[in-house]
């Protein structure tokens, strides 16, 4: 058993009551690899943002659950250096965080290798059993002091080894029932946000100027789920924006993704003023880091050191992930002050 707590991490608790007073929402970055990571705490410490650290069932078999406690336990130490460098007088939070855990066992793994917050997602079973599953989860998670994440609602589209064919809304009416009965300590629902690139279909979007803008989020289910749940922790899934500058570029470079589009960035920055303060981004990492690659790799076709290629895209993500911070999510400045470090350094 490995306590999150040696390793420098914190869980969601107090990230998630601040952001609710001050009116933002916590970035809840997926990552696959180093430089996403890296790319993740250097953004975040710059912008004096909290951050959680997501990794899907998928990711976490591909880095190695051993590797992986290291990788965590590497950028709290990383962030910490940085801070230090920077004079900072207070450090950022820092959660690890299981991304849509499908079964207990998963999330007790995760919980035992220091993990300090875990979803458990039962959204895609019959409502007693995806109470039955989340409860038992929270039981386990809570002896150790570990927040946990339960989903009511289907978000649609494909990420990982989450996939559904269409959405299906949060019922406000069962939302009260289900946090008492399970003992949740967030919420994710369904309104209108969807996993990976292809969000909505052009038919359901409205062209204007050539760029296809989809209907809005559900924000009166949202509203309605506020009101049943004054003062509780909402998350939102599937809320990349698939930025348009990196799909083209993917496109440009001999990418096919047609049709790729996200959540618009002033819909997010509405959800963030509200009750959601938890927002996750997982897309958008991963077409910043395509795009890129794909340009050095066409342009210069000799290259085959990958340093040359993964550290522009590193670059090229920490000014994406600001940009969610100080722009979208408005999590930026939120943590102390640093003597070395002004607003006006910050590009973007």
């Not at 990230?15 to 997926?30: D, H, Q, R, S, T």
Request: aromatic content about 8%; some cysteine.
């Amino acid at each position: 058993m490995i306590s999150y707590k040696d390793l420098g991490l914190v869980n969601t608790k107090e990230m998630f009551k601040k952001a609710m007073a001050e009116g933002y929402a916590v970035p809840a970055y997926n990552f696959n690899n180093m430089e996403q990571l890296q790319a993740i705490i250097t953004a975040c410490v710059e912008t004096r943002s909290p951050v959680i650290l997501q990794v899907s069932k998928g990711a976490r078999n591909y880095a190695n659950q051993t590797l992986l406690r290291y990788m965590a336990e590497g950028a709290v130490k990383m962030a910490r250096e940085m801070e230090e460098k920077l004079g900072c007088d207070e450090p950022i939070p820092i959660a690890l965080h299981l991304d849509h855990g499908d079964s207990f066992e998963l999330a007790k793994s995760c919980i035992d290798m220091g993990f300090s917050s875990v979803m458990i997602d039962g959204s895609h079973l019959p409502y007693e059993e995806n109470v039955e599953l989340t409860a038992r989860v929270v039981e386990y998670a809570h002896k150790y002091d570990v927040t946990v994440e339960g989903e009511l609602g289907v978000l649609a589209g494909i990420e990982d080894d989450v996939e559904a064919a269409k959405s299906i809304y949060t019922d406000p009416e069962q939302v009260e029932d289900f946090v008492s009965k399970t003992g949740v300590d967030s919420l994710a629902i369904s309104i209108g946000t969807s996993h990976g690139a292809y969000k909505f279909k052009p038919e359901q979007c409205e062209l204007i100027d050539g760029v296809y803008v989809p209907p809005p989020l559900r924000f009166d289910i949202l509203e309605e789920i506020e009101k049943r749940l004054s003062g509780f922790p909402i998350v939102l899934h599937g809320a990349s924006s698939v930025l348009k500058k990196y799909v083209d570029m993917i496109n440009q470079y001999g990418g096919k993704l047609e049709a790729a589009i996200g959540v618009p960035e002033d819909q997010l920055r509405k959800a963030a003023k509200s009750a959601v303060c938890k927002i996750n981004i997982d897309s958008d990492g991963r077409l910043v880091m395509t795009g890129i690659i794909r340009k050095i790799l066409a342009e210069k076709p000799q290259e085959f050191d990958p340093r040359k290629y993964l550290g522009p895209a590193r670059e090229e993500l920490i000014k994406m992930y600001k940009h969610k911070n100080i722009n979208v999510l408005g999590s930026a400045w939120r943590y102390g002050n640093c003597k070395n470090l002004e607003k006006e350094d910050i590009k973007l």
